[in-house]
T-cell receptor, first 112, second 111 residues
Framework: GQQLNQSPQSMFIQEGEDVSMNCTSSSIFNTWLWYKQDPGEGPVLLIALYKAGELTSNGRLTAQFGITRKDSFLNISASIPSDVGIYFCAGQLTGGYQKVTFGIGTKLQVIP | DAGVIQSPRHEVTEMGQEVTLRCKPISGHNSLFWYRQTMMRGLELLIYFNNNVPIDDSGMPEDRFSAKMPNASFSTLKIQPSEPRDSAVYFC?????????FGQGTRLTVV
């Protein structure tokens, strides 16, 4: 099946710094999704990307759907303590949501 | 809207015991998903229901795992007998064909 490689797996940053994380796939996707999971909670959708090359922002978050359709990145600008959590990428080729494949996650720690 | 409601939030049980996890999906959603999350394997889809019917259970690890959805407002995931390697966070998610919303999860520890 399709595999997602998400990196880095964890990162520590100072409050106010920008953050970048990315996902690569062994095959193409038609949709890329980025989720955040707070401690003790379920994943929450941050950004959805539906077209190759698409660049979408949600507040301080920006995500892009790679031209090759095999990669995506998420940037967080001017990080704040509440950005702490695990960020997941997820990709979908065809079919319903049951076909979504999740990355292993990037654990983000923000140092005040 | 209260969101997807899972119970219990935490469960500690002894190996060999039966465990039942419960989920109340968001009203109006026609799809329900059960996921398992571990450090090693991340989020894995166990089973997917559409309109209360199990469509894809290829992710269910063994016959010890079973899931039911008797009506549109309730689903259960049962493990019998439980084993220590079943320890994980189990999420229920509900939605439509192209989107899903996750519950807060049940953290299961089998000792």
């Amino acid at each position: 099946g399709q595999q997602l490689n998400q990196s880095p797996q964890s990162m520590f940053i100072q409050e106010g710094e920008d953050v970048s994380m990315n996902c690569t796939s062994s095959s193409i996707f038609n949709t890329w999704l980025w989720y955040k999971q707070d401690p003790g909670e379920g994943p929450v959708l941050l950004i959805a990307l539906y077209k190759a090359g698409e660049l979408t922002s949600n507040g301080r978050l920006t995500a892009q759907f790679g031209i090759t359709r095999k990669d995506s990145f998420l940037n967080i600008s001017a990080s704040i303590p509440s950005d702490v959590g695990i960020y997941f990428c997820a990709g979908q080729l065809t079919g319903g949501y049951q076909k979504v494949t999740f990355g292993i996650g990037t654990k983000l720690q923000v140092i005040p | 809207d209260a969101g997807v409601i899972q119970s219990p939030r935490h469960e500690v049980t002894e190996m060999g015991q039966e465990v039942t996890l419960r989920c109340k999906p968001i009203s109006g959603h026609n799809s329900l998903f059960w996921y398992r999350q571990t450090m090693m394997r991340g989020l894995e889809l166990l089973i997917y229901f559409n309109n209360n019917v199990p469509i894809d259970d290829s992710g269910m690890p063994e016959d010890r795992f079973s899931a039911k959805m008797p009506n549109a407002s309730f689903s259960t995931l049962k493990i019998q007998p439980s084993e220590p390697r079943d320890s994980a966070v189990y999420f229920c998610a509900s939605g439509w064909d192209t989107e899903a919303f996750f519950g807060q999860g049940t953290r299961l520890t089998v000792v």
